[in-house]
């Protein structure tokens, strides 16, 4: 009897909370509102080192989905035409209708996007505010609110690993043979050339022997003051280091055009050289008003477009689309921590 009396018990308090669930459920409105944004700042705007510490604001009206709930409210930017498929997130903040962001912090987001950040020039973005519940309701997202940015030039400090070895004279003091987080999330990568035959190599955090790491035993698993990692045949390197489970990985690349606008079409490689003095790799040939991509190695295992054709690589990305017709030179820069190309038509 008292087995039945709890099982009748347990029934009536699961369909108490179903129902209380569904109740929920129907009080969201089925015609939720979004936000509208307001740029107070305005339609362009020329970021200055002098108020690197001013904030600039952000206010949109609150959505409405149709009961109280705590609402998320994201900033998003991207490049102008991108439909946010790179969106950035600036800041975001629960049931409040304004955010600030330091002009330092904007202009750090908008500067890695510049192709010569030496020489910023203005970037067309969109803006949004995506308001947010919880993982069962689809978010809502204002209406995208155009804004030209013009960044000044301020030296980005990425967290770095130096890669000292007998390609280099063993000095981790050498600030132009590191690989960098470009999301400060500790994982690093970078591209390095190893101008002779087995090379070895280790990673060193700052530019002493105090902290480094190894690997023991050629596992792709990161030691600390472990053994010298060896690479085979000298040549052009991509690194790739996980400090957060200490692991590695290292690839020998040489890189290659393709695309319908390259004379060997998606099916044949053109070739690239490699320019150690200003560590670029560079084509020229005849391109028709198609696309093309960059690849390592003659396979797409490893390849590079350009999402929202801002002339920043992109792993796997778009395709590149040459505007028209002639003779170029192409040239890709893996040497920086934001990977960049250049068209260059003769």
């Not at 109740?23 to 002098?50: C, R």
Request: hydrophobic content about 35%; proline content about 5%.
């Amino acid at each position: 009897m008292k087995k039945i009396t709890i099982l009748i018990l347990v029934l009536g308090l699961v369909s108490f909370l179903s129902c209380k669930k569904d109740e929920t459920k129907a009080t969201l409105t089925s015609t939720p509102k979004a936000a509208v944004l307001n740029l107070a700042s305005g339609a362009k705007i020329v970021l200055q080192k002098a108020n690197k510490f001013d904030s600039i604001q952000y206010n949109w009206s609150k959505s409405d989905f149709g009961q109280v709930v705590v609402i998320t409210y994201a900033l998003q930017m991207d490049k102008a035409g991108n439909n946010f498929k790179d969106a950035v997130i600036l800041s975001q903040v629960n049931n409040l209708d304004s955010l600030k962001i330091m002009t330092g912090d904007l202009n750090t987001k908008v500067l890695v996007m510049e192709f010569d950040p030496t020489k910023p020039d203005p970037i067309d973005f969109e803006f949004r505010v995506q308001a947010t519940i919880n993982q069962y309701v689809d978010p809502l997202n204002s209406a995208s609110i155009p804004q030209t940015i013009t960044p000044y030039y301020e030296p980005i400090i990425y967290p770095l690993l130096g890669v000292p070895g007998s390609y280099q004279g063993w000095n981790p003091a050498d600030s132009s043979t590191v690989v960098a987080s470009l999301k400060s999330d500790g994982k690093y990568e970078g591209y390095l050339y190893f101008n002779i035959d087995n090379a070895e190599f280790k990673y060193t955090r700052g530019p002493s022997w105090d902290n480094n790491w190894g690997d023991d035993g050629a596992d792709g698993t990161l030691n600390p003051n472990g053994a010298n990692i060896k690479a085979a045949a000298a040549g052009y390197y991509k690194l790739n280091v996980n400090m957060n489970t200490l692991t590695h990985t290292f690839l020998r690349t040489a890189w290659s055009v393709i695309g319908d606008a390259t004379p060997g079409g998606w099916n044949t490689d053109t070739d690239m050289t490699y320019d150690e003095t200003a560590k670029t790799w560079s084509a020229t040939l005849e391109l028709t008003q198609a696309n093309i991509k960059f690849r390592a190695n003659h396979a797409w295992d490893l390849n590079y477009g350009d999402n929202g054709a801002n002339g920043t690589l992109d792993e796997g990305g778009d395709n590149i689309a040459i505007p028209s017709a002639g003779n170029y030179t192409v040239t890709m820069d893996l040497s920086k921590p934001v990977y960049k190309y250049k068209l260059k038509k003769n």
